[in-house]
């Protein structure tokens, strides 16, 4: 088969969704935080009441209290554990990634990293023995 027409078949086919832009979508909405650990503690409940987030596209705005956090994020779906990558848009770690680990089962998101982005990417979801990592774990609102 002649080149030309190869490519044209080809061109006729359509694209394979995006794996990332896939997975995003199925994080997309608010989700309130229900649990969390900081370096192998956990954080007392009435602490994370006023935590809440909001995934939309490849934004993520985390708010507690009155701030307002937002990053840009990336998704690897294919590593294990699956791979989160955010991208501060403002503050003091602005265009800086924090490199984390995420694991979604139904409406539960789980997120674990570094509070600093300069720290490798953790290997699972334990914080205990680690310093300044941490675990959150979200509950879709609906």
């Given at each position: 088969?002649?080149?030309?027409?190869?490519?044209?078949?080809l061109?006729?086919?359509?694209?394979?969704?995006?794996?990332?832009?896939?997975?995003?979508?199925?994080?997309?909405?608010?989700?309130?935080?229900?649990?969390?650990?900081?370096?192998?503690?956990?954080?007392?409940?009435?602490?994370?009441?006023?935590?809440?987030?909001?995934?939309?596209?490849?934004?993520?705005?985390?708010?507690?209290?009155?701030?307002?956090?937002?990053?840009?994020?990336?998704?690897?779906?294919?590593?294990?554990?699956?791979?989160?990558?955010?991208?501060?848009l403002?503050?003091?770690?602005?265009?800086?990634?924090?490199?984390?680990?995420?694991?979604?089962?139904?409406?539960?998101?789980?997120?674990?990293?570094?509070?600093?982005?300069?720290?490798?990417?953790?290997?699972?979801?334990?914080?205990?023995g680690?310093?300044?990592?941490?675990?959150?774990?979200?509950?879709?609102?609906?």
């Amino acid at each position: 088969m002649p080149l030309h027409f190869l490519a044209a078949a080809l061109a006729l086919v359509p694209a394979q969704p995006d794996a990332a832009a896939k997975e995003l979508a199925k994080l997309e909405g608010t989700w309130a935080l229900v649990a969390m650990e900081v370096d192998g503690k956990p954080v007392p409940p009435e602490r994370l009441t006023s935590a809440s987030l909001v995934i939309r596209g490849n934004k993520y705005g985390l708010t507690s209290g009155n701030k307002l956090a937002e990053v840009e994020i990336a998704l690897d779906a294919s590593k294990t554990p699956h791979a989160i990558d955010m991208r501060f848009l403002d503050g003091p770690n602005k265009d800086r990634v924090g490199r984390g680990i995420y694991q979604r089962d139904g409406d539960k998101l789980k997120i674990c990293r570094s509070l600093d982005p300069q720290d490798e990417r953790p290997k699972d979801f334990k914080t205990e023995g680690q310093v300044n990592y941490f675990v959150m774990t979200w509950q879709k609102q609906p």
